[in-house]
């Protein structure tokens, strides 16, 4: 059974210090300022487990919602064939992959990030994004950024 993902939209004067730092450590591995996760916890003055917990749930927020490509992490089992039924659905819906981007998969479960094209897509990004969850392999699957 899929658990039903919640976001919430919070000032950034509210948030937790260690959130507040795993958020500046990502800005600075983003823009290349540091290159290592080491150099980025460091700079901010925050542990690595503290990084690690929170790193893959905070995202920036974009308010251009109309732009045409998307980022979109996965977290899918590790099956043959899995990756290729999210790029054909993705391509059925009229996306186009840009890059991908694979982990080795660890305890069953691979972690990969997409960047598709989304100017030809067919529906809108939300039935899109629902329709990957709903992909019989895919643990979850959500936007991390547009651009």
Same mark, same amino acid.
């Given at each position: 059974?899929?658990?039903?993902?919640?976001?919430?939209? &919070?000032?950034?004067? #509210? $948030?937790?210090?260690?959130?507040?730092?795993? &958020?500046?450590?990502?800005?600075?591995?983003?823009?290349?300022? !540091?290159?290592?996760? %080491?150099?980025? !916890?460091?700079?901010?003055?925050?542990?690595?487990?503290?990084?690690?917990?929170?790193?893959?749930?905070?995202?920036?927020?974009? =308010?251009?919602?109309?732009?045409? &490509?998307?980022?979109?992490?996965?977290?899918?089992?590790?099956?043959?064939?899995? $990756?290729?039924?999210?790029?054909?659905? !993705? =391509?059925?819906?009229?996306? %186009?992959?840009?890059?991908?981007?694979?982990? &080795?998969?660890?305890?069953?479960?691979?972690? #990969?990030?997409?960047?598709?094209?989304?100017?030809?897509?067919?529906?809108?990004?939300?039935?899109? $994004?629902?329709?990957?969850?709903?992909? %019989?392999?895919?643990? /979850?699957?959500? #936007?991390?950024? /547009?651009?």
């Amino acid at each position: 059974m899929k658990r039903e993902e919640k976001f919430y939209l &919070i000032r950034s004067d #509210i $948030l937790p210090e260690s959130i507040a730092k795993t &958020i500046e450590a990502k800005k600075l591995l983003d823009s290349g300022e !540091v290159d290592t996760v %080491n150099e980025a !916890v460091e700079r901010v003055g925050l542990s690595r487990s503290a990084f690690y917990k929170y790193k893959d749930s905070i995202f920036p927020f974009n =308010a251009m919602m109309s732009e045409k &490509i998307m980022t979109i992490t996965f977290a899918l089992e590790h099956r043959s064939g899995l $990756l290729s039924k999210v790029l054909q659905f !993705v =391509a059925d819906l009229g996306g %186009n992959v840009l890059t991908i981007n694979q982990t &080795i998969p660890l305890q069953g479960i691979a972690n #990969i990030t997409l960047s598709v094209d989304m100017a030809n897509l067919k529906v809108p990004s939300t039935e899109f $994004l629902e329709g990957l969850q709903e992909i %019989n392999g895919v643990r /979850r699957a959500m #936007i991390v950024g /547009r651009g």
